[in-house]
C-alpha cells in the first residue's frame, strides 16, 4: 500500500488514527512479517458477481469454510502473533451468519477489526450492530462516479446506490469509512470523481486497488491502464492529494513501484527522495507486513496470492509459519532476492518497491519471479537523477 497523501502533503487521516502518524520522518512501523495485519476472507460466498473477483466468490457457494469453532480457535492464533489490526473480507463478509461472534470475540481479545464489503448489506440495523461490535473502520466498494459502471463492473444491476446507502448508513452510525475502487483502463479516468464524490459525502479516506489477473479476472488482463494512462493516474492523485490534504487520504494497492514514481515527483532533494524511498519500503508488501487467510483455512502471503499456500491454520499455527527462516515465507520478506525477470532483477529500486505484484508476473509472463510488467517507469532515468545505485 502506498500512502499517496501522506507522502505528497504529509497527511493523513483513517490511517494515522489506526497506525499512529508517520510519513517521511518517521516511517510507520505498524506491522511486521512476524507481527503483520490479517486479512481473513471468511467466506466464499457473495451476493454480487463481480468481474475481477480474485477468489471467484458466488451467492451461493459448496467449497470448504472453517466452522464456528475453528474460526473462534484462528482468532486466538491471530492474538498470539499480536496482529495489529483484523480486515474481515469475503465474498462478501455479512453473509457469514457468525460473523458477529467471530468479531466480537477478536475484540475481546483485544484486535483491531475492520470490514471490507461491497456496502449493499449495510442498513441502519447492520451498521448499529458493527459499530456495537467494535468495529473500528468499515471500507465499501466503489468503482466509479457513474451507477451503471459500477453496477457493470460488480455484475448486479442496482447496487451503485445500494452500497452508496451502506456506506452511508456506516459513517451515520459513527464509524471510520473508506471508498476502495478498482482501477482499469476503463475507469481510471474517473478517478478524479470518484475522489470528488467521497469528498462529497465527507468519506476520509479511499484506495485504489490496482487490478490483479487472477480468479475472475484472469479475464480481465487486457483491462491494466495503459503506461500514460498510469502515469496520469498518478499525476492526478498527486495533485487531489495535495487538495484535500487533511480532509481526505489517497492510498494505491498492490504496485508499490507507485511510491517510487510519487517520490521522484515530488521530491525537493536527494534527501527528501531517499527519505520517501524509506516511506515506500516501510509499507511492507505480500507477505512482509500482511498475510491472509483463506475462507477453508488455506495461509497465504496476501489475497492476491492463491497460489502459495503457507499451511492451513486448522493444522499449522501462524506463529510457526510466520518466522523469517520459514523457506515458504523468505521469497516475501525479502522479495528482491528472488527477482529473475531483466527489468526487476536489476532494478535500482527492488530494495524497496519488492518488484510489484507476483500474480500479475505470474499471469503476465509465465514466470512468477519474472517482471510485473504492469511497471513502466524508467527507473535508470530516475535512479541517475537522484544520483541513486540502490
Not at 476503463?186 to 487490478?211: C, K, M, Q
Not at 487520504?249 to 507507485?258: L, Y
Not at 511492507?284 to 475462507?295: A, D, E, Q, T
Request: aromatic share 8%; hydrophobic share 40%.
Amino acid at each position: 500500500m502506498i500512502p499517496v497523501s501522506v507522502m505528497v502533503a504529509g497527511e493523513g487521516t483513517v490511517s494515522f488514527r489506526i497506525k499512529g502518524r508517520f510519513g517521511k520522518h518517521k516511517p510507520s512501523s505498524f506491522a511486521g512479517p512476524l507481527h503483520p495485519i490479517v486479512v481473513w476472507n471468511i467466506t466464499w460466498k457473495c451476493n454480487l458477481r463481480c468481474k475481477h473477483c480474485y477468489i471467484n466468490a458466488m451467492p451461493e457457494s459448496r467449497l470448504r469454510e472453517l466452522g464456528t469453532e475453528q474460526a473462534l480457535k484462528t482468532v486466538e492464533q491471530i492474538a498470539e502473533i499480536k496482529s495489529p489490526l483484523l480486515i474481515i473480507s469475503g465474498g462478501e463478509p455479512l453473509m457469514r451468519g457468525d460473523l458477529f461472534e467471530i468479531a466480537s470475540h477478536a475484540v475481546r481479545r483485544g484486535i483491531r477489526v475492520a470490514l471490507s464489503s461491497n456496502g449493499t448489506l449495510i442498513t441502519e440495523s447492520m451498521a448499529e450492530k458493527l459499530r456495537r461490535t467494535g468495529f473500528t473502520y468499515v471500507g465499501v466498494s466503489i468503482d466509479s462516479h457513474l451507477a451503471e459502471w459500477h453496477d457493470m463492473f460488480r455484475g448486479v444491476k442496482g447496487v451503485f446506490q445500494a452500497a452508496l446507502e451502506g456506506l452511508k448508513n456506516a459513517m451515520n452510525a459513527g464509524i471510520p469509512v473508506g471508498i476502495r475502487t478498482v482501477i482499469t483502463r476503463y475507469n481510471v479516468e474517473h478517478a478524479s470523481r470518484i475522489v470528488e464524490l467521497a469528498v462529497s459525502l465527507g468519506v476520509p479516506r479511499i484506495a485504489f486497488y490496482h487490478l490483479e489477473p487472477i480468479g475472475r479476472g484472469t479475464m480481465l488482463s487486457d483491462w491494466l491502464p495503459t503506461p500514460s494512462q498510469y502515469r496520469l493516474f498518478l499525476d492526478t492523485l498527486i495533485g487531489l492529494a495535495r487538495k484535500y490534504a487533511g480532509m481526505l487520504e489517497i492510498e494505491t494497492v498492490t504496485a508499490p513501484f507507485d511510491g517510487i514514481y510519487i517520490a521522484d515527483r515530488i521530491a525537493e532533494s536527494r534527501e527528501d527522495f531517499l527519505r520517501l524511498l524509506e516511506v515506500v519500503k516501510a509499507q511492507g508488501g505480500c507477505g512482509r507486513k500482511i498475510v491472509s487467510i483463506y475462507p477453508d483455512g488455506e495461509i497465504h502471503p496476501c489475497q492476491f496470492t492463491p497460489t502459495v499456500s503457507l499451511g492451513n491454520v486448522s493444522e499449522n499455527r501462524l506463529s510457526e509459519i510466520l518466522r523469517e527462516d520459514n523457506p515458504r515465507l523468505r521469497p516475501f520478506i525479502h522479495p528482491y532476492e528472488y527477482l529473475r525477470g531483466p527489468r526487476c532483477s536489476a532494478c535500482p529500486f527492488k530494495k524497496y518497491c519488492g518488484g510489484g505484484s507476483r500474480m500479475r508476473a505470474l499471469s503476465l509472463t509465465g514466470d512468477f519471479y519474472g517482471d510485473d510488467p504492469y511497471c513502466s517507469l524508467p527507473v535508470r532515468r530516475i535512479a541517475e537523477k537522484w544520483g541513486f545505485k540502490g
